[in-house]
């Protein structure tokens, strides 16, 4: 009887992991805001000139991924990406910035 139910927990234990490894495989890999792709803002945003469409397109990518917020909240971006002119660029973009 012990060795039926070491085996039945055995089978358990590979059917819970083949089902989680199956679900890990499914999910969408995540977001990876990149803080250097602002680079082709970073005049606009420091000295409040017209964005670049380079800028532009970086700017609705990160837009896109929901990097807005995650750098608002990041003290290390914060004080860049919520400034007058970081507004404005992104305004200047056609893009709304997201209430966080």
Do not use: H
């Not at 082709?40 to 990518?61: E, M, Y």
């Amino acid at each position: 009887m012990a060795k039926w139910a070491a085996e039945a927990t055995v089978m358990v234990v590979l059917a819970v992991t083949v089902a989680v490894a199956v679900v890990a495989a499914q999910a969408p890999p995540p977001v990876q805001c990149d803080p250097g792709k602002l680079s082709a803002c970073a005049v606009p945003i420091f000295f409040g000139t017209a964005p670049s469409k380079s800028c532009c397109s970086n700017l609705r990518a990160q837009e896109k991924d929901g990097c807005f917020c995650q750098y608002a909240r990041d003290p290390m971006y914060a004080s860049y990406i919520n400034s007058t002119n970081a507004r404005n660029t992104i305004a200047a973009c056609g893009i709304a910035f997201p209430s966080c």
